[in-house]
């Protein structure tokens, strides 16, 4: 993996936070969800995806293993 001295004080951020909900990655999971909760208004919602009409409609299909 290459360095980026850049994302250093993002990484060890990340590692803070992840210590302080003892490396657990449900509790971490459940923190995140909480941070997203309290600032949702602060986030921007993610990009409308535009699906073709043929992958749309082969969504729909039953797999052939059904």
């Not at 990484?11 to 003892?22: A, C, F, L």
């Amino acid at each position: 993996m290459q360095t980026d001295p850049g994302l250093q004080p993002t990484r060890d951020i990340r590692v803070r936070i992840s210590r302080n909900h003892g490396n657990d990655p449900r509790r971490l999971v459940e923190y995140y969800i909480e941070f997203q909760r309290r600032f949702a208004e602060r986030l921007r919602p993610p990009p409308k995806r535009e699906e073709a009409p043929e992958q749309a409609a082969a969504a729909d299909r039953p797999s052939p293993d059904r």
